[in-house]
């Protein structure tokens, strides 16, 4: 059984950093990526960036390019998300997922954590 637990959530005032972890355990054999999705309250959730199990490959949306960093260690099971120059529209609730595919978009994921919240004000 899949489980993810994301940690590293919080406040932080804009311009500040934070750094999320996913722990995974029970990972399926067809997985190829884990990946960060947010959703912020009245949107629909969207992807971040992702992670290709097989060579590190990444991809990030647009508008968080330059500004955050995904990282795996594969020893600890765990995918970190760094966050850097956070923005007010960065508030969300993040989740980690596991991919079937190297995607950003939800199709593509089966198994999710339950989230971490990441508020980003003055």
């Known amino acids: 059984q899949v489980q993810l637990a994301e940690s590293g959530g919080g406040l932080v005032q804009p311009g500040g950093s934070l750094r999320l972890s996913c722990v995974a355990t029970?990972?399926?054999?067809?997985?190829?990526?884990i990946g960060w999705f947010r959703q912020a309250p009245g949107k629909e959730r969207e992807g971040v960036s992702s992670?290709?199990?097989?060579?590190?490959?990444?991809l990030y949306e647009e508008s968080v390019k330059g500004r955050f960093t995904i990282s795996r260690d594969n020893a600890k099971n765990t995918v970190y998300l760094q966050m850097n120059s956070l923005k007010p529209e960065d508030t969300a609730v993040y989740y980690c997922a596991t991919g079937r595919v190297f995607v950003l978009q939800e199709w593509g994921y089966d198994s999710w954590g339950q989230g971490t919240q990441v508020t980003v004000s003055s």
């Open positions: 992670i290709s199990i097989s060579d590190g490959d990444t």
């Open positions: 029970g990972l399926p054999w067809n997985y190829h990526a």
